[in-house]
Each structure stands twice: as structure tokens, then as C-alpha cells.
């Protein structure tokens, strides 16, 4: 059973920074697509940055040059970096894998206020 688990969330300043973790289980994530969305409420759901099977990054327009994904293979566990954080970039974020299936973490909030 594959299992994603995010951590890493919660309330900062703007200008801030937090560091997400997904931990996952059940799969190895080595050269799977990995990925981290966000939602808010009323607002689809978006991609904020995702590494390719290819090893390949993408990044969301609203976080380029300031959130960063990266991986550890020998910790199964992907992350994302995210600095200068805004008031917007307030949401719930979820990881995803892609393996066979799409996988979600449960999501964890990222609250950027004063």
C-alpha cells in the first residue's frame, strides 16, 4: 500500500520560509514523477513544482525563483523549499507520486501571515 505523508506546514511571516517533507511508503519514489500541488478554497487545484520521470523540473509561474523541490532517494522523501513566502501562497499543500497510479498525500496547511 503506497502512502504519501507530508510535514512541514504551518503559520509564517511573509518573507518567511518553511520546508515541506512527503515521506513515502509502499513504493520506492527513485526516478518516479514526484510532485507538490496546492489548493485553496475556490480555486483549482495547481501545481506548484514536480520533478519528471527524466529528471526534469517544472515549476509553477507564482513560485519561480522562490520555492525549490528536491529529493532523497535513500530517504524515499521529496521536499519543497519555499522562501520569501506571500500572503498568497497561503493554501493547503499535497504531495503526489505518480506510480502506475497517482498518489496524494493528505495535504498540510501553509498559513503566510502577519
Known amino acids: 500500500q503506497v502512502q504519501l505523508v507530508e510535514s512541514g506546514g504551518g503559520l509564517v511571516q511573509p518573507g518567511g520560509s518553511l520546508r515541506l517533507s512527503c515521506a513515502v511508503s509502499?513504493?520506492?519514489?527513485?526516478?518516479?514523477?514526484v510532485g507538490w500541488y496546492r489548493q485553496a478554497p475556490g480555486i483549482d487545484r495547481e501545481l506548484v513544482a514536480s520533478?519528471?520521470?527524466?529528471?526534469?523540473?517544472k515549476y509553477g509561474d507564482s513560485v519561480k525563483g522562490r520555492f525549490t523541490i528536491s529529493r532523497d532517494n535513500a530517504k524515499n522523501t521529496f521536499y519543497l523549499q519555499m522562501n520569501s513566502l506571500k500572503a498568497e501562497d497561503t493554501s493547503v499543500y499535497l504531495c503526489h507520486l505518480e506510480s502506475f497510479f497517482n498518489y496524494w498525500g493528505q495535504g498540510t496547511r501553509v498559513t503566510v501571515s502577519s
Open positions: 509502499g513504493t520506492i519514489i527513485s526516478s518516479k514523477p
Open positions: 520533478i519528471a520521470e527524466d529528471g526534469s523540473i
